[in-house]
T-cell receptor, first 110, second 114 residues
Framework: RKEVEQDPGPFNVPEGATVAFNCTYS??????FFWYRQDCRKEPKLLMS???SGNEDGRFTAQLNRASQYISLLIRDSKLSDSATYLC???????????FGAGTTVTVRA | DAGVIQSPRHEVTEMGQEVTLRCKPI?????LFWYRQTMMRGLELLIY????????DSGMPEDRFSAKMPNASFSTLKIQPSEPRDSAVYFC????????????FGPGTRLTVL
């Protein structure tokens, strides 16, 4: 079983729509969770950390459900510039490693 | 501030040739990671350095791959001899001293082995 699993999508949505997707992780002892964004042919960049109580950053909302071991990302009022692959990232407890999901592709159309 | 710097950005080589990828981490970061990304396997951690010392190289696919970090501002990943299946994007990432899990990626080296 993969450490982090994501629906690859693609999610094709019109501008202004809301899009949400999840990822699941296998290690219940994981403590740190992130969403990274990767544009085509570019490097992954940190979008936001995910905190236990849930957190927002502008149009982006991240939620963590420890009981079910999943993380969600919701994008409101989507923009063309939100088109990217979103990587779910989870740390391995007690060491340095980050486990990356394969990514969820979002395409926002005009 | 300069981010993680990688060179070359693109490399095309023939099977059997030696390839050397270079990385300069963000100044002050004490951890450095080499990753490989392919469509089939996604992002894979190859090796991790902490304070210039290799901590875990279990992700290095085979003996053809080697990595060094002679000082805090420079690291290399070498493939000798290269094979077509090594074609991928190789990313270097660094992490700051505060031991947060956040890693900052370089722009990557796109390697094609013919």
């Amino acid at each position: 079983r993969k450490e982090v699993e994501q629906d690859p999508g693609p999610f094709n949505v019109p501008e202004g729509a809301t899009v949400a997707f999840n990822c699941t992780y296998s290690n219940s002892a994981s403590q740190s969770f992130f969403w990274y964004r990767q544009d085509c042919r570019k490097e992954p960049k940190l979008l936001m950390s995910v905190y236990s109580s849930g957190n927002e950053d502008g149009r982006f909302t991240a939620q963590l459900n420890r009981a079910s071991q999943y993380i969600s990302l919701l994008i409101r009022d989507s923009k063309l510039s939100d088109s990217a692959t979103y990587l779910c990232v989870v740390n391995s407890p007690n060491d340095y490693k980050l486990s990356f999901g394969a990514g969820t592709t979002v395409t926002v159309r005009a | 501030d300069a981010g993680v710097i990688q060179s070359p950005r693109h490399e095309v080589t023939e099977m059997g040739q030696e390839v050397t990828l270079r990385c300069k981490p963000i100044s002050g970061h004490n951890s450095l990671f080499w990753y490989r990304q392919t469509m089939m396997r996604g992002l894979e951690l190859l090796i991790y350095f902490n304070n210039n010392v290799p901590i875990d190289d279990s992700g290095m696919p085979e003996d053809r791959f080697s990595a060094k970090m002679p000082n805090a501002s420079f690291s290399t990943l070498k493939i000798q001899p290269s094979e077509p299946r090594d074609s991928a994007v190789y990313f270097c990432a660094s992490r700051p001293l505060d031991y947060t899990d956040t890693q900052y990626f370089g722009p990557g080296t796109r390697l094609t082995v013919l």
